[in-house]
């Protein structure tokens, strides 16, 4: 069974530019959550999709959004991109279930220059 | 609201020697707890988890984790470390009702030495 694919594995921007970021869940899970892993601050709690739709928000600002399509895969929008937007971006998939685990891909290393 | 505070950000441990990665946390309703285990410039793999069906949790590579209630403590434990076991661990709790977002510790960065 595929595990949670992340793409692409490294991806360097501009200040100022947008980044998109992609993640297909495991097959069959439904819900698509989004990390931030940046230096120094721990994983960070970023969306959670579920069906086709946001659930739910951290403390970020409006330009970081995404989306979730039929497929149940993914994307992670970021604009207006800063310095301190540097991090290790986790995408994780899980079942519908109370308790079900985020199993979570290798992630995408955004460097911001 | 739930956290998840690790104790000690660095543990180091002699090759062969206990393994003991201290978690607490605090959550108002059952918890649901997990480790999880960063190896460097990779995603997080789940090491065990606990929902209610017993206190003490066996996991993979040899980890297992004890509830307790009394003292709001899920403490990771392996009796004897392996060179290979260097790496970040998390603890994680989450909540009841198919609300699945996990909150995460700060992590504890395992150092095993020869």
């Known amino acids: 069974e595929a595990g949670v694919t992340q793409s692409p594995t490294h991806l360097i921007k501009t200040r100022g530019q947008q980044a998109t970021l992609r993640c297909s869940p495991i097959?069959?899970?439904?819900?698509v959550y989004w990390y931030q892993q940046a230096l120094g601050l721990g994983l960070q709690f970023l969306l959670w999709?579920?069906?086709?739709?946001?659930?739910n928000r951290g403390n970020f600002p409006p330009r970081f959004s995404g989306r979730q399509f039929p497929n149940y895969s993914s994307e992670l929008n970021v604009n207006a991109l800063e310095l301190e937007d540097s991090a290790l971006y986790l995408c994780?998939?899980?079942?519908?279930?109370?308790?079900?685990?985020?199993?979570f891909g290798n992630g995408t290393r955004l460097t911001v220059t | 609201a739930q956290s998840v505070t690790q104790l000690g950000s660095h543990v180091s441990v002699s090759e062969g020697a206990l393994v003991l990665l201290r978690c607490n946390y605090s959550?108002?309703?059952?918890?649901?707890l997990f480790w999880y285990v960063q190896y460097p410039n990779q995603g997080l793999q789940l090491l065990l988890k606990?929902?209610?069906?017993?206190?003490l949790v066996k996991g993979i590579n040899g980890f297992e984790a004890e509830f307790k209630k009394s003292e709001t403590s899920f403490h990771l434990t392996k009796p004897s470390a392996h060179m290979s076991d260097a790496a970040e661990y998390f603890c994680?709790?989450?909540?009841?009702?198919?609300?699945?977002?996990?909150?995460f510790g700060a992590g504890t960065r395992l150092a095993v030495h020869p």
């Open positions: 994780a998939s899980s079942a519908g279930q109370s308790g079900s685990p985020l199993h």
């Open positions: 097959s069959g899970h439904t819900s």
């Open positions: 999709y579920d069906e086709g739709e946001e659930r």
């Open positions: 959550s108002s309703v059952p918890p649901y």
């Open positions: 606990y929902t209610s069906a017993a206190t």
């Open positions: 994680a709790v989450s909540g009841s009702g198919g609300y699945n977002k996990l909150i």
